[in-house]
């Protein structure tokens, strides 16, 4: 089973920013696309944004464009998000995982693989 593991969450008043990390402990995960997904209280999970196996190609959700930017560093086993502009309503558990690329899903990216424990973002003032 592949093991993901989140860091970088906290407590932000609004406006500011966070940067979270995927940590992946297998080489193999630099064959594969890497997506974040948020789940706020009461709400399903949702899609955040993905990106290809070797970074070069990118997904966002909409209400994240231009706020947020996800990258990879394959050296490091890394995938990272940089949140920039929070607003309360990017309040939510963060996880990654990992999957491939598909034309055929709205967000450009279908999970196949398990859940990490995911980190907790907290935007209030």
């Known amino acids: 089973q592949v093991q993901l593991v989140e860091s970088g969450g906290g407590l932000v008043p609004p406006g500011d920013s966070l940067r979270l990390s995927c940590g992946y402990s297998?080489?193999?995960?630099?064959?594969?696309?890497v997506g974040w997904f948020r789940q706020a209280p009461g709400k399903e999970r949702e899609f955040v944004a993905a990106?290809?196996?070797?970074?070069?190609?990118?997904y966002y959700e909409d209400s994240v464009k231009g706020r947020f930017t996800i990258s990879r560093d394959n050296a490091k086993n890394t995938v990272y998000l940089q949140m920039s502009r929070l607003k309360p309503e990017d309040t939510a558990v963060y996880y990654c995982?990992?999957?491939?690329?598909?034309?055929?899903?709205?967000?450009?990216?279908?999970?196949?693989?398990?859940w990490g424990q995911g980190t907790q973002v907290t935007v209030s003032s």
């Open positions: 990106i290809s196996w070797n970074g070069t190609r990118t």
């Open positions: 995982a990992v999957g491939v690329e598909d034309p055929e899903a709205n967000s450009g990216f279908t999970r196949f693989g398990s």
């Open positions: 297998r080489r193999t995960f630099r064959s594969y696309a």
